[in-house]
C-alpha cells in the first residue's frame, strides 16, 4: 500500500512536472514564433528597401541642394557606406538593445516618432474595433432568422457598408455631421467628439463582414438540435440567442477577427488621412516614399506586434468558448461536448489547425 | 530663395517633392505685389483673439537651418526673425540689422545690429548670436538641406563688437541679402544651437512675433501664443510693436475637401491651398475671401533635355513648344487659378522679360515646318514621325506618386497634344531613386518640376551650367550649358545694383528662350481663403502668409 501510494505520488508529481515542462514549452513556442515574425517582417522590410536600384542617399536628399560635405555627412551619420550586410546585423543588434534609429527624414528617433503618433492610433482603432463589434453582435442578434422585412435592410446596409470605399464613407460623414449638421468637429483628434466620426468611418467596413458572418452563425446555430432542447427547457428566446447560439456563432467571427485587424490597420491610415488626425498612417506612408528604412521598419515591428498580440489572444479565446479546444482534462469530456463536436462545425476548417495546436500545448 | 511650394518640400518640388507632404496640393510664394488681395484694410486692427490656420502638408522639421520644407520654413517663420527683409519689388528694409554695407569686392558684408532684441527665453540678442547662426548653418552636422546651399561661399563671421558684425564669402554673392531675409537663414537664440538637431526639429526659440512653447508636432501642427515684449518688427511691417492676435494655431489638414469644409462650416478662420475647383465658389460665398499671389522663381515648367537624343536639335524643341497648346491646356484644367506660363520665370519675379512671351505663343503649322526641317519626315503606320525609319519618341520619366496640382491630367494632355504634331511622349512612372539616378544620367528627353524663388537669381539655378544633374539631382534640367548665359549669372551675383541686375537677367531670359530651352506651363499661385473676419494676412515675397499684421474682427 504504501509503496502504491508513493507510486501513485510519482505519478502525480510527475505528471505535474510534466505539465509544467509543457507549459513552459508551449510558452518558448510562443515566445519563439513571435520573435520569428518579428524578425522576418523586420527583414523583409530591410530587403524591400535596400535592395531597390538607386541609393538611400538619393532618396534621403531627393531635390535638395546640398553641399558635398553634407552629403558625406549623411551618408556617415546614417552608415550608408557600408556594405548592406553590415547594416543589416547592425540595425538588428541596435534593435536587440532597444534602439530603433533614427529616421533618415523626420529629424528625431524612430521610437520619439512612434510613441508621439502610437496612442492617436491606438485610440482610433480601439473605438473602431468596439464599435464594429457591439454594432455586429446587436445587428446579428436582432435580425438573425427574422422575417425579411427587418434583415433585408441590415443585409443590404452591411453590403454597402463593405463595398463603399472607407474614403468617400468618411468624406461623407464630415461633410453631413460636422460641415452642416456642426455636431462633431472636423479636426482635432484629442476629444472624444473629435474620435466619433473617424471610428465611425474605421468601423463600418469590417463591422458589415463581422455582421454578416455572426448572423450566418446564428442562424445556423439556431437550427440545430441543442437550441430546441434549451427552447423546450422553457429558456426564453433572448437566453436562447445569447447564452447558446452567439457562443457557436462567434467561433466564425473570431477567427475572421485576425484578417479583420490588418482591414482596420490599412483603413486607419485613410481615416487619420481625411480627419487629419495624429497617428502612424501618414507617418508610414510619408517614411515609405523616402525608403525612411528606420522609420518603416520601426512601424513594422509595431504591426508585427500586433499581429502577433491579436493572434494570441484569438488563440487563448478559442478555448473559453469551445470547451473541445480545453486543455485535456478527463472530467470535462462528456455527452455535451459530444454534442458541441457535432455543432459548431462553422468553425471547423479554420480553428481546427489552432485547436490541435492548443491541445497539444496544453 | 529655395523654391516656395508651400507645404512641399522646398528642394524643387518636382512632381514629387517626395515625401508624405508632397501630396498636397501646394501653394506658393507671393510677390509681385500681393496681387488680387483684398487683404483685410477695413477697419482699425483690433487685439486679441486667436486665429486658426489650416495648411495642405504636414512638416518634417522645424528648424529651417536644417529642412528643405516649404512648411517648416512657414511655422518658423513666426518664430525667428531675420538680420534683414525683403520686399515684393525686391528691395531689402532693415529687420534685426539696422543698416549694412557691401565691401567693393562684394565678398564682405558689414552689419550694425539693433541692440535692443531679446530672444524669447530671455537670451540678448548680439554679434555673436549672429555667428552662432551662421556657423550652426554651414556646419556639417547640421546636415542643412537648404540654407547652407544658399551661402555656399560663407568663409565665416566676425564679430567687432555686440552690435557690429561682418560676414565673410569666398565669391561675390549678390543674393545673400535676399537669402538672409528667408526664415531659413533666421536667427535663433544662441544656447539652443548647441542641442543636438533632432530636438531642434521639435522645438525652436527665436525672438520673433510670436512664441511656440509647445513646438511642432507632428500630425496636428504647432501653437503660437504672442510674444508681448516684442518692438523689432521689419521696416516694411504695416505696425510695430506686438502682434495683434493673443494666439495662432496652425493645423495641418492634407485631405483638399476637408480643409475646404472646415473653412466654410467657421471651424477654421483661413486654409491655405484652396483646391482650384472651389476658388469660384468660395469667392461667390459671403463671409469668405480668397487672397492670391503669385509665385516668383520658376513656373512649374518641362525642361527638354538639350545634351542628347531628338531634344538635341533646337528644332525639335522649337517644334514641341509651337506645336502644343499649353494656354489651352492649363486654362481648361485650373479654371483660370493658375495662369499659363510664358517664359522660364515667373512674371512676379523681378527682373521678369515680358518681351519674350510672344516665343511661347501657339502654332501647330509652324511646329510641323519645323519637324519637316529637322528630317523627321517619315510617317509609321500610327502616325508618329519617323527619320531613317526611327521614330520620333520623348521619353518623359514622370513621378505619379508625387504628382500634385493635377499634373498628372497636365502630362496625359500634353501626350496626346504631341500626338497630332507625331510626336510620340512616352511618359513612365518610375520609382522614385531611380527617377533620381537616371536624372543625374541625363536618361531622359523631358523632365518637370517647379522652383519658386524670390530672385530672379532662380535662372542661375535653373539654367546654369554648375546645376547640370551630375552626382544626383540637378537644377538644371535641360543640361544647358552655355558660357554666356553662366557670364550673365557670374556678373549678376557680383552687382548689388538691381538695374544692372535686371539688364543680365534680361539678356539670360532670351538666351534662354531662342534656345527653346523650357515649355512653360503655369505659374504657381498661393490660393488663400479665409473668413471676412480675418484681416490684416499678407504674403512674404517668400511665399508664407505672415500672421504679425493680422487680427480678427468680431
Not at chain 2, 512675433?209 to 496636428?220: N, R, T
Not at chain 2, 487672397?291 to 538639350?306: E, H, K, L, V, W
Not at chain 2, 539678356?507 to 534662354?512: E, F
Request: charged fraction near 15%; include cysteine; aromatic fraction near 10%.
Amino acid at each position: 500500500m504504501t509503496i502504491a501510494l508513493a507510486a501513485d505520488e510519482r505519478r502525480g508529481g510527475g505528471r505535474a512536472a510534466s505539465s509544467a515542462r509543457s507549459i513552459g514549452l508551449a510558452v518558448l513556442r510562443r515566445v519563439g514564433y513571435a520573435v520569428g515574425v518579428l524578425w522576418g517582417a523586420v527583414t523583409v522590410t530591410f530587403a524591400a528597401l535596400h535592395l531597390k536600384s538607386g541609393g538611400i542617399i538619393d532618396a534621403i536628399i531627393g531635390q535638395a541642394a546640398v553641399s558635398p560635405e553634407v552629403r558625406a555627412q549623411i551618408i556617415s551619420d546614417y552608415a550608408l557606406d557600408r556594405p548592406w550586410l553590415v547594416q543589416y546585423f547592425d540595425y538588428l543588434g541596435h534593435l536587440l538593445r532597444g534602439d530603433l534609429g533614427h529616421s533618415y527624414n523626420q529629424g528625431m528617433d524612430v521610437t520619439t516618432a512612434i510613441g508621439d503618433q502610437l496612442a492617436p492610433s491606438f485610440e482610433l482603432m480601439a473605438a473602431g474595433v468596439v464599435l464594429a463589434l457591439v454594432g455586429a453582435i446587436v445587428v446579428a442578434l436582432l435580425t438573425a432568422n427574422r422575417p425579411r422585412w427587418i434583415r433585408g435592410p441590415f443585409a443590404f446596409l452591411e453590403i454597402v457598408g463593405v463595398s463603399v470605399p472607407a474614403f468617400w464613407f468618411a468624406i461623407l460623414l464630415l461633410t453631413v455631421f460636422s460641415f452642416q449638421l456642426h455636431w462633431f468637429p472636423a479636426i482635432g483628434s484629442n476629444s472624444f467628439r473629435g474620435l466619433v466620426l473617424p471610428a465611425i468611418a474605421l468601423a463600418v467596413a469590417p463591422g458589415g463582414t463581422l455582421a454578416q458572418v455572426l448572423r450566418d452563425g446564428l442562424e445556423r446555430a439556431l437550427d440545430e438540435p441543442f437550441v430546441t432542447t434549451a427552447r423546450s427547457r422553457g429558456i426564453r428566446e433572448t437566453a436562447v440567442l445569447v447564452r447558446h447560439a452567439l457562443r457557436h456563432a462567434l467561433m466564425p467571427a473570431i477567427t475572421i477577427a485576425g484578417w479583420l485587424a490588418g482591414a482596420f490597420l490599412g483603413g486607419a491610415i485613410v481615416i487619420e488621412n481625411v480627419f487629419s488626425r495624429q497617428g502612424l498612417g501618414t507617418l508610414t506612408v510619408g517614411g515609405l516614399g523616402r525608403r525612411d528604412f528606420p522609420l518603416v521598419s520601426g512601424v513594422v515591428l509595431v504591426a508585427a506586434a500586433f499581429y502577433v498580440v491579436i493572434n494570441l489572444l484569438i488563440d487563448a479565446v478559442y478555448p473559453l468558448l469551445d470547451p473541445r479546444l480545453r486543455p485535456v482534462a478527463p472530467t470535462t469530456a462528456g455527452p455535451v461536448n459530444a454534442a458541441a463536436a457535432g455543432i459548431t462545425s462553422t468553425a471547423s476548417p479554420s480553428v481546427s489547425a489552432t485547436g490541435a495546436d492548443q491541445k497539444g500545448e496544453g | 530663395m529655395s523654391s516656395n511650394v508651400f507645404g512641399v518640400s522646398k528642394r524643387v518640388s518636382l512632381t514629387l517633392a517626395a515625401g508624405s507632404a508632397a501630396l498636397a496640393l501646394a501653394a506658393c510664394g507671393s510677390s509681385g505685389g500681393s496681387a488680387g488681395s483684398s487683404a483685410g484694410s477695413t477697419g482699425t486692427p483690433v487685439r486679441g483673439g486667436t486665429l486658426t490656420f489650416a495648411i495642405n502638408s504636414d512638416g518634417t522639421c522645424l528648424d529651417p537651418h536644417q529642412s528643405p520644407a516649404d512648411v517648416d520654413g512657414f511655422f518658423a517663420r513666426s518664430i525667428v526673425d531675420s538680420l534683414v527683409a525683403l520686399s515684393d519689388d525686391g528691395t531689402i528694409s532693415p529687420w534685426l540689422a539696422t543698416s549694412w554695407t557691401v565691401s567693393p569686392d562684394q565678398k564682405t558684408y558689414s552689419f550694425v545690429l539693433r541692440d535692443d532684441v531679446t530672444f524669447s527665453n530671455g537670451e540678448k540678442f548680439d554679434g555673436a548670436a549672429v555667428k552662432a547662426n551662421l556657423d550652426h548653418i554651414v556646419a556639417p552636422a547640421t546636415k542643412s538641406q537648404l540654407a547652407a546651399g544658399t551661402i555656399a561661399t560663407y568663409t565665416g563671421t566676425t564679430v567687432t563688437d555686440p552690435t557690429h558684425v561682418e560676414v565673410h564669402f569666398s565669391a561675390p554673392n549678390s543674393a545673400f541679402l535676399p537669402s538672409l531675409a528667408t526664415a531659413y537663414l533666421g536667427i535663433e537664440a544662441p544656447s539652443t544651437l548647441t542641442k543636438p538637431p533632432s530636438e531642434l526639429c521639435s522645438k525652436i526659440v527665436g525672438s520673433g512675433p510670436f512664441i511656440s512653447s509647445g513646438g511642432y508636432v507632428k500630425g496636428k501642427g504647432i501653437d503660437y501664443v504672442r510674444n508681448a515684449k516684442y518692438n523689432w518688427a521689419p521696416k516694411n511691417a504695416k505696425h510695430t510693436g506686438p502682434a495683434y492676435l493673443d494666439a495662432l494655431s496652425i493645423r495641418s489638414l492634407p485631405e483638399d475637401s476637408s480643409r475646404y469644409g472646415a473653412l466654410t462650416s467657421g471651424q477654421i478662420d483661413a486654409i491655405a491651398s484652396v483646391p482650384p475647383v472651389n476658388v469660384a465658389q468660395l469667392k461667390s460665398t459671403s463671409g469668405f475671401r480668397i487672397q492670391t499671389a503669385s509665385a516668383p522663381g520658376g513656373n512649374y515648367n518641362y525642361y527638354p533635355n538639350t545634351a542628347k537624343g531628338p531634344f538635341a536639335d533646337v528644332k525639335v524643341r522649337e517644334a514641341f513648344r509651337a506645336g502644343i497648346d499649353w494656354a489651352t491646356i492649363v486654362d481648361k484644367l485650373y479654371f483660370g487659378v493658375f495662369p499659363p506660363g510664358k517664359g522660364p520665370l515667373s512674371p512676379s519675379t523681378v527682373g521678369y522679360d515680358t518681351s519674350i512671351e510672344s516665343a511661347y505663343r501657339y502654332d501647330a503649322a509652324k511646329a510641323n515646318r519645323l519637324l519637316d526641317q529637322a528630317g523627321w519626315t517619315g510617317r509609321d503606320a500610327q502616325g508618329y514621325r519617323t527619320k531613317d525609319g526611327k521614330r520620333l519618341t520623348i521619353v518623359h520619366p514622370f513621378l505619379k506618386q508625387f504628382a500634385r496640382e493635377q499634373r498628372d491630367v497636365v502630362a496625359d494632355q500634353v501626350q496626346a497634344a504631341a500626338k497630332q504634331i507625331g510626336i510620340e511622349v512616352r511618359t513612365t512612372n518610375p520609382e522614385y531613386t531611380s527617377y533620381i539616378k537616371d536624372v543625374a544620367a541625363g536618361n531622359y528627353d523631358l523632365i518637370d518640376f517647379s522652383w519658386q524663388r524670390a530672385s530672379p537669381d532662380a535662372l542661375r539655378t535653373l539654367f546654369g551650367s554648375a546645376a547640370i544633374p551630375k552626382d544626383g539631382f540637378g537644377t538644371n534640367g535641360s543640361r544647358l550649358s552655355d558660357p554666356a548665359l553662366d557670364k550673365d549669372f557670374t556678373d549678376a551675383l557680383g552687382t548689388t545694383d538691381l538695374t544692372k541686375q535686371g539688364a543680365l537677367y534680361g539678356d539670360a531670359q532670351q538666351r534662354i528662350t531662342s534656345a527653346a530651352a523650357v515649355f512653360p506651363i503655369y505659374v504657381f499661385n498661393y490660393v488663400l481663403g479665409s473668413s471676412t473676419k480675418v484681416q490684416g494676412l499678407r504674403f512674404e515675397p517668400q511665399a508664407f502668409p505672415l500672421f504679425y499684421d493680422a487680427w480678427t474682427s468680431k
